[in-house]
């Protein structure tokens, strides 16, 4: 034995794992906004709502929170520590929140730092909640949370989906491993896909929820290789007797296997909000270039008063390879203009002539006539 003097390094899994979490803490350029979605009740929608957005607060330093726009009676507010009877009615109707604390008041905080604003207890209520009220939600939340999810209802035509769906920058949708609820999942993004939605289905995370425990009625692999050919990703939660429960949701008191099956959804979803570009609900998006492993360590983001790059910035030129190794940039107080520099003005040249062609040189001698020059003797 070595008595530790030989360092084996870190294990596969444990290299996969800090993979993991460097993935999940990548900055992020706004807010994100991920919606999860499921045309079928009883697939585990709200359960990855809360394990997923566990598993992002629990690794991340921002603030990130849940919104239940479900108008049938949603239970996303249950799954988490009741710490308010305030709902989403309840953040529109306050004129007064200027600050983070002032909705803070509005939530509940799961042990993991999540935060869930819940929806209205009454049907009638809920079921007025219209786009108009969620984008409304939307402009108060971008303020003061990185990352916003939405527990969607069942159906994709109640009066919020236009709104949840037209400002989410991904989606995730949730099916069950059985026949029936990968039908749906199908129906699901063909319904997207008819509605002007190719973007998020084309950037979609499918989530496999198994609420039974045993082998699936149905081929995983099958199922998986589906919806790989549809989506960008597909994740396979396994059965935990913790979630089953329909209680409150702790990442702690989860299987090791079925936490980690939420710490890789949340890397799989975080791909997406690579700084720098345009995230996937947005014009040019092609995805994190190849290579890609996050900001470096101790980046924190633009400067004070960055704006971005000039308009009509179109990046570097084609081969660009970056500033020489060693470069430290301009010395202190460079100024890329003096202020007040002139224009040097242009030469004067005499008139009647083209600018390209100089005058012709002037001498002091008169050149002998030709009659004085004697002939050249051209023998050899």
Request: charged content about 15%; some cysteine; proline content about 12%.
């Amino acid at each position: 034995m070595s008595g530790g003097l030989i360092n084996l390094g870190q294990s596969k899994s444990q290299q996969q794992l800090d993979d993991m979490i460097a993935r999940i803490r990548r900055p992020i350029a706004g807010d994100f906004r991920l919606a999860v979605l499921s045309l079928k009740g009883g697939v585990g929608k709200t359960t990855t709502t809360v394990g997923l957005g566990s598993a992002f607060a629990s690794l991340r330093g921002d603030h990130v929170i849940a919104v239940d726009a479900n108008p049938d009676f949603g239970t996303l507010g249950r799954r988490v520590p009741q710490q308010t009877g305030s709902t989403v009615r309840s953040l529109l109707n306050d004129p007064s929140i200027t600050r983070y604390a002032d909705v803070r008041r509005h939530t509940s905080q799961s042990t993991s730092h999540l935060e869930v604003l819940a929806s209205e207890r009454d049907p009638a209520v809920s079921e007025s909640f219209s786009a108009d009220d969620y984008l409304e939600v939307i402009g108060i939340l971008e303020n003061y949370y990185n990352i916003i999810m939405t527990d969607c209802g069942t159906g994709l035509m109640h009066s919020a989906m236009e709104g949840v769906l037209s400002s989410a920058t991904a989606i995730v949708l949730v099916t069950s491993p059985a026949v029936d609820g990968a039908e749906s999942a199908a129906a699901t993004l063909d319904w997207l896909n008819a509605h002007g939605y190719q973007r998020l289905v084309q950037q979609a995370v499918v989530v496999v929820s198994a609420s039974k425990p045993g082998n699936a009625p149905i081929d995983l692999d099958m199922l998986t290789q589906h919806f790989l050919g549809r989506t960008r990703a597909v994740q396979i939660i396994p059965f935990d007797d913790h979630l089953a429960s329909g209680a409150q949701i702790d990442l702690d008191q989860m299987n090791r296997d079925t936490r980690n099956a939420f710490l890789e959804l949340a890397a799989t979803v975080s791909d997406s909000f690579n700084p720098g570009q345009p995230g996937p609900g947005f014009p040019g998006f092609q995805g994190p270039p190849p290579g890609y492993q996050g900001p470096p360590p101790g980046y924190q983001g633009p400067p004070p008063g960055f704006q971005g790059p000039p308009p009509g910035y179109q990046g570097p030129p084609p081969g660009y390879q970056g500033p020489p190794p060693g470069y430290q940039g301009p010395p202190p107080g460079y100024q890329a203009q003096s202020p007040g520099l002139q224009e040097y003005p242009a030469t004067r040249l005499p008139d009647g002539l083209p600018p390209q062609y100089p005058a012709a040189p002037q001498y002091d001698y008169e050149p002998a006539p030709p009659e004085a020059i004697p002939p050249a003797d051209h023998r050899f």
